[in-house]
């Protein structure tokens, strides 16, 4: 796809779902790096252009309107930089903090961070469950973010450790996460949080798409979250 008409597309695309979008040659040359690193190394299954945009770009943005243009966020399980990086391309000011587990992965994010020339976005090769007991990541983000990563019970025992007080815990989940989200009532409470809303809509009449909105209202015991994989193994129901 050339360039106009990526910007036709996106742009139509974005109004139709009641996204304001800028910074459009920033989006085309994450997609076109991503893409082309991709040959390389694993990022994304989706390779039409134009799928990308809606799938990746345009589900990135749906939680834009829960995030303040200076909010200290991290996106936990970032994979190919989503929601992290097109949220910081439409909200300049935002700090974004990128964590995933897998090395080349971060890699690639921080040489597309470069050649866009953002400032005040990293991203870190860590699991979420170290790094949440790290005093200088702790309960110091106003949102934290994930995207596809995990069942519920796991995701919030992951992300609550690292929203302050006051701060959003934001869940994008596709359809069926009703189940999830009722076995990971007990986590969440126990973690500190409440849920506040649950968002419901489709990207485009066909892509369903839920969003669960928890807010910290209490600090997040020492202990939590537990290390050596066992938010995963051993969920907290």
């Not at 459009?24 to 690193?37: D, H, R, V």
């Not at 080349?104 to 976005?121: A, P, Q």
Request: glycine letters at 6%.
């Amino acid at each position: 796809m050339e360039y106009q008409e990526f910007e036709n597309y996106i742009n139509n695309e974005a109004l139709k779902n009641n996204i304001n979008i800028k910074n459009i040659n920033n989006f085309y040359k994450y997609m076109k790096s991503l893409l082309e690193w991709n040959e390389k190394i694993n990022l994304t299954a989706i390779k039409d252009e134009k799928e990308f945009v809606v799938k990746h770009f345009i589900d990135s943005l749906t939680v834009s309107k829960f995030i303040e243009e200076k909010d200290k966020i991290i996106d936990v399980g970032t994979g190919a930089g989503f929601p992290g990086i097109p949220l910081k391309l439409i909200k300049e000011n935002l700090e974004v903090t990128l964590i995933d587990s897998v090395n080349k992965k971060i890699n690639v994010l921080n040489s597309i961070i470069k050649k866009l020339e953002l400032k005040d976005i990293e991203g870190i090769h860590t699991r979420a469950e170290d790094l949440a007991n790290n005093l200088e990541y702790r309960e110091c983000f106003d949102i934290a973010v994930s995207r596809a990563v995990s069942n519920m019970t796991t995701l919030v025992e992951y992300l609550i450790p690292f929203v302050k007080i006051g701060g959003l815990v934001i869940c994008m989940k596709g359809p069926n996460y009703e189940e999830e989200l009722e076995r990971s009532k007990r986590a969440i409470n126990l973690l500190g949080g409440e849920i506040e809303n649950i968002e419901k809509f489709n990207i485009n009449n066909e892509l369903e798409r839920n969003i669960i909105l928890i807010r910290k209202i209490k600090s997040t015991p020492k202990k939590y979250p537990r290390g050596q994989g066992r938010p995963l193994r051993e969920p907290l129901e």
